[in-house]
């Protein structure tokens, strides 16, 4: 996390794995499987990018689909928009 304490800015695998530790205590209570499975896989997205790995046109679409998803999920209606 990065920011004050009144005023946080999370980076992508702070908020990635904090929603996947905190899973059972805060969001299974209103995301499904399949939105945990969303984290779990741009968990990997975003550690592939950040050890510079390659990806092919169709990983960066399907991670851009997948963001679009876990956006709409979490009512962050104004970044899925952003997103498409």
Known sequence: MFGSADKP????ASALATIWNQWNDVFKKTLGQAER??????????NK?????A????????????????????SAAKEAAEIE
């Open 9 to 12: 800015q999370w980076d992508s």
């Open 37 to 46: 499975t969303l984290v779990s896989e741009l968990r990997d997205v975003r």
């Open 49 to 53: 990018w950040a050890h510079q790995r």
């Open 55 to 74: 990806f092919s046109t169709d990983d960066v679409y399907r991670a851009i689909d997948s963001i679009h998803r876990l956006l709409s999920a979490v």
